[in-house]
């Protein structure tokens, strides 16, 4: 099964360092959706890729984060200086057709700043 | 921007019993409407999504529904099972120039009680 993978699955990380998530996605899929998820919450847009273009932005996306994607396959995304806020789930989705034909997610990373 | 509100927050039925979950969307230009099933540590998985062009979709047990005048769209779930037990979101495209991406609402989690 060649689904979307991300690694680490977990990351525990002390407040002020730097973290690094990597993104998988299905190979044939050139669409990159990037999301975070809090408790209790629906997953919320952070960025997207279509191919090696960072086609949009949300503004949750503050100075301190930065996504790649080098060669259109594999993406990272980085949290700089991370603050406890930052504690989230976050969740990479891959996609041939685009959003109006549904993502498929990955497992997701869960981020806790301690 | 899109808006997407989603409720029950929680909801609990007899083994058997149907669950229906309703969600009304703000952009009266989203075309397409998905609803992803998300499992204890795991991404959300798509299950069954519903365009703006139809009104009603059954796959097995689930079926969803949308009033596009009211801009209203629902789950339902027949003859529920344990395995039904997870957190449901619904979902809107916004589609922005070159861009789209799925906006979530906040999930209901459906417990099934033996």
């Known amino acids: 099964d060649t689904g979307v993978s991300q690694n680490p699955r977990h990351k525990i990380t002390k407040r002020g360092q730097n973290v690094t998530f990597r993104c998988d996605p299905i190979?044939?899929?050139?669409?990159l959706y990037w999301y975070r998820q809090t408790l209790g919450q629906g997953p919320e847009f952070l960025t997207y890729?279509?191919?090696?273009?960072?086609?949009?932005k949300s503004r949750l996306l503050s100075d301190r984060f930065s996504a790649e994607r080098p060669k259109g396959s594999f993406s990272t995304l980085e949290i700089q200086r991370t603050e406890q806020g930052d504690s989230a789930m976050y969740l990479c989705?891959?996609?041939?057709?685009?959003?109006?034909?549904?993502?498929?997610f990955g497992s997701g990373t869960r981020l806790t700043v301690v | 921007g899109e808006n997407v509100e989603q409720h029950p927050s929680t909801l609990s039925v007899q083994e058997g019993d149907s669950a229906v979950i309703k969600c009304t969307y703000s952009?009266?230009?989203?075309?397409?409407f998905p609803w992803y099933k998300q499992e204890l540590g795991k991404g959300p998985q798509l299950i069954i999504d519903?365009?703006?062009?139809?009104g009603e979709k059954k796959d097995q047990r689930i079926a969803v529904t949308l009033n596009k005048t009211a801009k209203h769209f629902s789950l339902h779930i027949t003859e529920t099972q344990p395995e039904d037990s997870a957190v449901y979101f619904c979902?809107?495209?916004?589609?922005?120039?070159?861009?789209?991406?799925?906006?979530f609402g906040s999930g209901t989690r459906l417990s099934i009680r033996p």
């Open positions: 989705a891959s996609s041939l057709r685009g959003a109006n034909y549904g993502y498929t």
């Open positions: 190979s044939e899929h050139n669409r």
């Open positions: 890729f279509q191919n090696e273009a960072q086609l949009e």
């Open positions: 952009d009266s230009a989203s075309n397409y």
């Open positions: 519903i365009r703006s062009n139809v």
């Open positions: 979902a809107a495209t916004l589609s922005e120039s070159s861009a789209s991406k799925i906006i």
